[in-house]
């Protein structure tokens, strides 16, 4: 698609008071002019008038005029009229802003109360959205300022630049380069599907764990050698130990016969006791058990009456759902339905005018081509007939594949209206449903459940049985017999030797168990001595991947960047940086020369902007005017396909454009 200005007519636009309008060549218009004479203006307006912007990308700026003394004119409507040539087809834009004024009740003056902006094409009003749409439909904004702004490209972040030269260009496919390389075929089988930076970074992951645990190995071998060596020390005869703990049992079982001695003297009265603190547990059980019940017929209530109030919501929330997915359907069917029509027209079209072509022969073919005459008159119908017959079988076959075509849109069609009617009456049934469930909610809500403290306190069964329990409960608390005493005092002094004993026997079990300990930790080093040789094995199989995939990312780099900067006569792109580690970190850079864009003078970046210009209308197929300014600073401007405005600095006090229809 070719975009050209044929004329830009501001009205009270910025600082132009009334009416300015400009001519543009359809190859090379410059405009030229001292300072503040409105050269950039014309760049803002062309740009406003589609899009509603200045030059810089800004939709809030100065679009009123104002006086000498910078007071906004009033009351003046603010117009771009651009009348372009989209391939060959004249078409007019017009975006005008106006000032709306009112009178407020009970005042004389009329007041500034807000502005609205009136769209037209082609003469014809459209709204804000017909209008963007329209404009879309000529060329996008984001592929606008790209192609008609030479500075707009290189000062995009470098991954947004990146994106767009590896659209033009495409992915490059790692199974391409990895063709002929049994290495990085290999890696390919390994990774999966797996993004090629994702896997290194993955790799990173996993060596920088496994020189960690490597690290620690040694570390944890030390540790349990040096603790082996102070179990030695520490060690003692280990059969002296084991006739130890054997003499210091015997000690206890003596003890404990005299323990089961004293026991005797106190067993009848302990076992009365005993029965007595049975019955009056056996009270308190019963009446927690009765406790027990009420808090969890409170609980099971409640939870019952909860869990129906959220089964009940859920299914609620599930039929609603149903529903919206239900009405879905019916939209997308209806969609495609209109989609359908659209396609039917199409096929229409297409069916008359197959139906209505018939032959007509290429008078170019019946030329000999060795001494450009026409072949005899017999050869002549020969080859007419055949080639009757050749269009008349082509034409045929195309119309039996067009009734296939006619078939499958009425298939689609009718399924379409099925799913439609299936939506409706599901709709309707799940609607019904909600009704009654809304009603079962309400039921299940108005439910209410009695307190367990309320339970409690009216249950008299409940109350007998603690007054009982604490009766018997003072009974029991009176103090033993004397006999009773003095043999309870004489079993404890013996419980007391016993735990003495106890200890001493425990503390030689503890020296004894160092002979486990000991073999335990050999066993343990034996593991970790293990452990490292598998580690050292996987660290060098990670090494080994890792050097793999740097190759693979270092080749898949200079394709990438070979098929970018093909794209390209006077500039060059760095796509990554080459760190002096090894590491590769992507990156964006435009280059004249060798020469950085932040390095190189204005007219290298001018060059430059319209080479990138050139390589994005050639893969987009779309040239749009492009405006350069501060022309003054280069004298050789590279050709461009598009229509160029050169924006020039000269003495001039009022605007000149002069018009080059030679370039």
Request: hydrophobic share 35%; net charge negative; with cysteine.
């Amino acid at each position: 698609m070719v975009i050209q200005i044929q004329m830009l007519t501001m009205r009270n636009f910025k600082g132009v008071l009334g009416e300015r309008k400009i001519e543009f060549s359809p190859t090379v218009t410059q405009v030229l002019g001292a300072n503040k004479t409105g050269k950039t203006t014309i760049a803002d307006a062309f740009r406003w008038c589609l899009f509603g912007k200045n030059s810089e990308g800004k939709s809030e700026f100065g679009i009123k005029t104002k006086d000498e003394e910078g007071n906004v004119l009033p009351e003046l409507s603010h117009e771009v009229e651009v009348a372009l040539l989209v391939d060959g087809k004249e078409v007019v834009l017009k975006r005008v802003y106006v000032e709306k004024w009112t009178k407020p009740r009970q005042q004389e003056e009329r007041k500034l109360t807000g502005h609205t902006t009136n769209y037209f094409v082609n003469g014809d009003k459209y709204t804000e959205k017909d209008y963007k749409a329209y404009i879309d439909s000529i060329c996008t904004e984001s592929l606008f300022v790209c192609i008609t702004n030479p500075n707009y490209f290189t000062n995009l972040p470098d991954d947004k630049q990146r994106a767009l030269l590896t659209k033009m260009v495409g992915e490059v496919s790692l199974e391409s380069i990895a063709d002929g390389n049994e290495a990085f075929t290999q890696l390919l089988k390994e990774i999966d599907g797996e993004e090629l930076v994702a896997f290194l970074q993955h790799l990173s992951y996993k060596k920088k764990e496994v020189k960690e645990e490597l690290d620690r190995i040694p570390v944890r071998i030390s540790e349990q050698r040096n603790e082996i060596a102070t179990l030695i020390d520490e060690g003692c005869n280990w059969v002296e130990l084991e006739k130890d703990i054997a003499s210091t049992e015997q000690a206890i079982e003596r003890i404990d016969e005299e323990i089961a001695d004293r026991s005797k003297v106190i067993d009848s009265e302990y076992k009365a006791r005993r029965n007595e603190r049975k019955a009056v547990n056996d009270l308190r059980e019963k009446a927690d058990n009765i406790e027990f019940k009420h808090r969890k017929d409170f609980n099971t209530e409640t939870n019952e009456r909860q869990n129906t109030i959220s089964n009940l919501e859920s299914k609620l929330r599930n039929l609603r759902n149903q529903i919206a997915q239900e009405k879905d359907s019916k939209e997308k069917a209806q969609a495609q339905l209109k989609a359908i029509e659209s396609e039917k027209e199409d096929f229409r079209n297409r069916w008359q005018e197959l139906d209505s072509s018939h032959f007509v022969a290429n008078e170019d073919e019946l030329v000999c081509p060795t001494c450009l005459r026409r072949y005899e008159q017999g050869k002549v119908d020969v080859m007419l007939a055949e080639m009757e017959r050749a269009f008349n079988t082509q034409k045929a076959s195309k119309l039996e594949a067009m009734q296939q075509e006619a078939a499958d849109i009425k298939q689609r069609t009718k399924k379409l209206n099925e799913r439609i009617e299936g939506a409706d009456a599901k709709q309707l049934e799940l609607q019904q449903n909600e009704n009654e469930l809304k009603q079962e909610l309400e039921k299940a809500k108005a439910v209410t459940v009695l307190t367990a403290a309320e339970r409690i306190e009216n249950d008299a069964e409940l109350k007998a049985l603690r007054e009982e329990a604490e009766a018997r409960t003072q009974e029991l608390n009176k103090p033993d017999t004397d006999a009773t005493q003095e043999a309870s005092k004489m079993s404890e002094s013996l419980k007391k030797d016993k735990e003495e004993l106890r200890a001493k026997r425990d503390a030689l079990r503890d020296k004894l168990n160092t002979r486990t300990i000991i073999a335990n930790k050999n066993k343990r080093i034996t593991e970790l001595e293990g452990q490292e040789k598998k580690l050292n094995e996987q660290l060098a199989e990670l090494e080994r991947q890792e050097y793999t995939a740097e190759e693979l990312v270092k080749a898949n780099i200079e394709v990438l960047e070979q098929r970018v900067n093909s794209l390209f006569g006077f500039v060059q792109f760095t796509m990554f940086d080459h760190r002096l580690n090894g590491a590769l970190k992507p990156m964006c850079e435009c280059t004249v020369k060798g020469v950085p864009y932040s390095d190189l003078n204005n007219a290298d970046r001018i060059n430059a902007g319209i080479d990138i210009i050139n390589a994005i209308c050639n893969f987009n197929n779309v040239y749009a005017p492009c405006f350069i300014d501060n022309a003054e600073s280069i004298n050789d401007v590279m050709p461009m396909q598009s229509q160029c405005i050169q924006l020039i600095v000269s003495r001039d006090k009022q605007l000149v454009t002069i018009h080059n229809n030679n370039d």
